[in-house]
């Protein structure tokens, strides 16, 4: 139920962005922008992979709103030695990673630099410290620099999540058995930098720092891109993501990394 109403928050936020979006190209940009990456790499032969990942993201800013929409994607297939029932060592080509997120916020200026924000994101996650984990949230933005070069922000404030840590495993006689974890719940401070930097009129470098810290469970995540155009829509970019959990079950690590080189597409 909690996932559903969350999942709906963020379609509802998203049905409102396209309807402000569709209104404003009618007329004038409104101050929309957007993006998506994409990256795949496939390795066959003496060992196969297959890695995937993309992102969508939408962007308005203007005299009264400062609004942000995203979805994310990861997946990932790899050969792996497993040794089957009869004690024999086979090849099997599984998945190893299966991640996708999505997010909005929508924030009402209250004058040129300060904001009130709401904000939801949701996550799934098959190889996570957490199976899904969905936040809301509410809370005060603050542009501190914005230039023809550097644009600065903060935005903090408290919110409400909830979570399921990932299944464990337990040895049964001779067998593995999953178990099933419990679900979570807790009131979480929410704290988001987002800083911008254009090097040069063709590269940019952006960093962005989300915490959603609560008493049982602190969440950082930390994603850094550089990014340098080819034409007016096409940029080719590197990204470097942290993910950090506090608390985790024992055998899970509490910090995944993804680095990543896309093909971005603005319009």
């Known amino acids: 139920m909690k996932k559903t109403l969350i999942a709906g928050l963020l379609l509802a936020a998203f049905a ?7 209104d404003a190209t009618s007329t004038n940009n409104g101050g929309w922008s957007g993006s998506g990456e994409f990256g795949f790499a496939s390795a066959t032969g003496n060992s196969r992979s297959q890695n995937i990942n993309g992102k969508l993201g939408l962007n308005q800013e203007n005299e009264q709103w400062k609004n942000s ?13 497993v040794v089957d029932e009869s004690g024999a060592t086979v090849e099997q080509f599984n998945t190893t990673a299966n991640r996708y997120d999505g997010g909005a916020s929508v924030g009402y200026k209250l004058d040129p630099r300060s904001y009130i924000v709401g904000a939801a994101r949701y996550e799934h996650d098959d190889f996570g410290a957490n199976l899904w984990q969905g936040v809301v949230s509410l809370g005060y933005g603050y542009i501190a620099l914005k230039d023809d070069r550097n644009e600065l922000s903060f935005e903090i404030g408290p919110g409400y999540k909830r979570y399921r840590p990932a299944d464990t495993t337990v040895l049964v006689g001779d067998e593995q058995v999953r178990v099933r974890q419990p679900t979570e719940s807790e009131m979480v401070a929410r704290g988001l930098i987002n800083y911008k930097f254009k090097l040069t009129a063709n590269t940019s470098f952006e960093d962005t720092f989300l915490m959603e810290a609560g008493s049982k469970n602190t969440y950082l995540q930390n994603d850094a891109g550089l990014a340098v155009s080819m034409t007016k829509k096409l940029a080719l970019k590197v990204g470097f993501q942290v993910r950090h959990n506090s608390d985790v079950l024992p055998g899970i690590k509490k910090m995944d990394t993804l680095t990543t080189t896309n093909l971005v597409y603005s319009f």
């Open 69 to 81: 929409f995203f979805l994310d994607g990861l997946r990932s297939k790899s050969q792996q030695s």
């Open 16 to 22: 409102s962005f396209a309807a402000q979006a569709q």
